[in-house]
């Protein structure tokens, strides 16, 4: 088997496999994902990312450099996709949809998963780090893009400060610095919520995908996932070289930005007026065809 094959079949494959089994409970038992969702972002996630930070053995320049490159990559591709946008002459709504579509990623359902099965948990904890920054990123950027304007800082901040993520970091952060030793309990109730965390990411991934049309501007809808399957790694290649970031670190970045399209890119857009119909079917156009890209690129990284 080829490096490219098996990097598809061993590494991608477990996921796919997954999100395909959703796809079939969904269409058997149309189970309402918002209450998978809210247990992941409320139980799960902030569990996984509080004993990955507090476990882990990152030094903090590492840990800083990881958010560093996530929220530049995140900033590059907004300044990018604005000016495709421009290029093009979008309307203010395609617009919109279409910038949320390149910038807002799928660093938790789809990239967490990928980086452990391809890296180990290692990598599953570099890729922590570079997911919490994306999803601050999203919202407080992704809200801006989705409402272009209205109440947009307002709500962002309210996002923020309500969802327990950024306070798991923190605390992660508290316990990881002070070597602090938490009771015996505690920690396995922590580890097992965390392990939760994955399979049920993947899980809400197809019943979220199985729910999604391809329909609309068939041009628009493969500019944005080229942009954001294409353009992004190669920003990360580019900001990992300047800003010294090697070995895994360096690895992990890179995937974690080439990631597809974020569901989230599809609620903000509902939510706030955007062109959804378009946002979801760059998600689930750009989630196909990362099967490709993502192969290619574990294959050329290793």
């Known amino acids: 088997m ?14 796919f496999l997954i999100i395909g089994l959703a796809v079939l409970i969904d269409r058997r038992f149309a189970p309402d994902p918002r209450v998978f969702s809210r247990v992941v972002v409320y139980l799960f996630s902030p569990c996984l990312i509080f004993s990955g930070i507090a476990r882990s053995d990152l030094r903090a320049e590492e840990m800083g450099l ?24 979008f309307e203010r709504k395609l617009a919109s949809a279409f910038m949320l579509s390149v910038v807002l990623i799928n660093a938790g359902n789809y990239g967490l998963p990928l980086n452990e099965f391809a890296f180990g948990q290692a990598g599953l904890d570099r890729a922590i780090v570079f ?35 950024p306070y798991a970091t923190a605390l992660g952060f508290l ?51 080229g942009t954001r399957l294409v353009i992004a790694p190669l920003i990360a290649v580019a900001l990992t070289g300047l800003l010294g970031v090697s070995g895994l670190a360096r690895q992990v970045t890179v995937i974690q930005a080439s990631m597809p399209t974020a569901v989230t890119a599809g609620v903000l857009a509902t939510e706030f007026g955007s062109d959804a119909q378009f946002t979801t079917a760059v998600i689930l156009v750009s989630t196909l065809a990362s099967i490709v890209s993502l192969s290619v690129l574990l294959t050329v990284l290793g």
Do not use: E, H, K
Request: net charge positive; charged share 5%; proline share 6%.
């Open 2 to 15: 080829t490096p490219f094959l098996d990097v598809a079949y061993n590494v991608l494959g477990p996921i």
């Open 66 to 89: 990881l958010l560093a490159v996530a929220a530049l990559t995140t900033l590059l591709m907004a300044l990018v996709g604005w000016s495709l946008t421009r290029l093009f002459g």
């Open 131 to 165: 997911f919490v920054m994306t999803a601050v990123m999203a919202n407080s950027l992704g809200v801006y893009l989705a409402s272009r304007g209205s109440a947009s800082v307002q709500r962002s901040l309210l996002n923020v400060v309500t969802v327990p993520l």
């Open 175 to 225: 316990v990881n610095v002070n070597n602090v030793t938490l009771p015996v309990p505690v920690d396995r109730a922590l580890t097992l919520l965390g392990q939760a965390a994955v399979p049920c990411m993947l899980v809400i991934l197809g019943l979220q995908l199985s729910r999604t049309s391809v329909q609309g501007q068939t041009g628009p809808i493969l500019l944005a996932t």
